[in-house]
């Protein structure tokens, strides 16, 4: 199976996801995507935090040894959220903003918020522009900080004829009326960005508009910290192909607003890291057809010089920094003592090693 043609060109992984460890051969999480690393020659990679399989704290405190331990490795962290829906009267130091300056001193590279996902928005009570979460998005907004923002999902997951199984098994199916409308979630996202018009987001998988670019045009006007990534989703690629022409300019056009991520899983194995990697390399640089990500053909849109550095790394280190931030070893410490509840207890063994280590 091809893995990786690229080694020496320069290309930054914004988007992957250290999910959990589970079983012995994974155990050594500190290494996972050392490998994915070595072979594509990524300059940095960037890990956001993704709370499917244990909380986000635990997940968070990984992202932080995993950076302690590895060079050019930023992270993005993410909130435990204590009441549900979410709410003004949090316990005491455990709002939002709290939580936010919490990871900061630790040295979190940015903010990963999944909390626009439909499904993760709905225990929250289906607003994203809530006043707890407003506030969160003031502080960011002044302080410049880098969010990966998850908001919406493809369309197919509010038809049922259309959805695939495996999205209906994860719970991606938003069509039974308790989840809030792709538009409804959409124009939450607007205003979202209306009352914080600096917000320095980066919309993941191209924000589910590669069907009506205009929207992102429009965006990019008005909003002039806004980027989107192209981490797949296959249903971004088919519109990307059928209208292949028009997204070569438009990501001519637009190369200062688009970011490359590969969702990029562990404890998935590297080679979907890398062979995913490869896909993007070669569609934004090359003019090669090759099988997209669902085996539909995917023609590259062979970008050159300027444009094509813009997507594979610049606009990373332009947006947050070119080296990451250190981590502040005290903070951490302080963070899993406060936080100790929230991490289940075979976790906090495994985690046991690392914490003396630090403490010696
Ligand atoms: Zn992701």
């Given at each position: 199976m091809l893995e990786y043609n690229h080694i020496n060109e320069k290309i930054i992984d914004t988007h992957l996801h250290l999910e959990a460890w589970e079983n012995e051969e994974f155990s050594d999480f500190t290494k996972c995507f050392e490998k994915h690393r070595e072979i594509t020659g990524a300059s940095a990679i960037n890990i956001c935090t993704v709370p499917t399989r244990q909380s986000n704290v635990c997940n968070n405190i990984m992202l932080a040894f995993y950076k302690l331990k590895n060079k050019n490795t930023f992270i993005h962290g993410g909130f435990e959220h204590?009441?549900?829906?979410?709410?003004?009267?949090?316990?005491k130091g455990m709002d939002l903003v709290t939580q936010y300056r919490e990871l900061m001193e630790i040295g979190f590279d940015g903010i990963k918020l999944i909390e626009g996902k439909p499904i993760c928005l709905k225990p929250l009570?289906?607003?994203?522009?809530?006043p707890a979460f407003d506030r969160l998005y003031s502080e960011m907004e002044k302080d410049g900080t880098h969010i990966v923002f998850h908001i919406n999902d493809p369309h197919d997951c509010w038809d049922r004829n259309k959805t695939t199984q495996e999205f209906i098994d994860k719970g991606?199916?938003?069509?039974?009326?308790?989840y809030l409308t792709f538009e409804e979630t959409y124009n939450q996202a607007i205003q979202l960005l209306e009352n914080h018009p600096n917000l320095k987001a980066t919309l993941a998988h191209f924000f589910f508009c590669a069907d009506t670019p205009n929207r992102l045009e429009e965006i990019f006007k008005r909003y002039p910290n806004v980027c989107v990534d192209i981490t797949p989703g296959c249903e971004m690629y088919h519109s990307f192909e059928r209208n292949h022409d028009f997204y070569v300019e438009f990501f001519n056009k637009y190369s200062d607003r688009i970011l490359v991520g590969t969702?990029?899983?562990?404890?998935?194995?590297t080679k979907c890291h890398t062979w995913c990697l490869n896909i993007l390399y070669e569609f934004i640089a090359t003019n090669h057809k090759n099988m997209a990500f669902d085996d539909s053909i995917l023609t590259g849109l062979n970008l050159q010089g300027e444009a094509k550095e813009n997507i594979l790394y610049k606009n990373y280190e332009k947006r947050v920094s070119k080296e990451p931030k250190k981590i502040n070893t005290d903070a951490l410490l302080r963070y899993i003592n406060k936080y100790?509840?929230?991490?289940?207890d075979s976790d906090y063994q495994r985690l046991l090693p690392l914490i003396e280590e630090i403490n010696r």
């Open positions: 204590i009441i549900r829906p979410v709410t003004e009267n949090m316990p009570g289906n607003n994203l522009n809530h991606w199916f938003y069509g039974d009326g308790t969702d990029g899983t562990f404890p998935w194995a100790r509840e929230f991490i289940k």
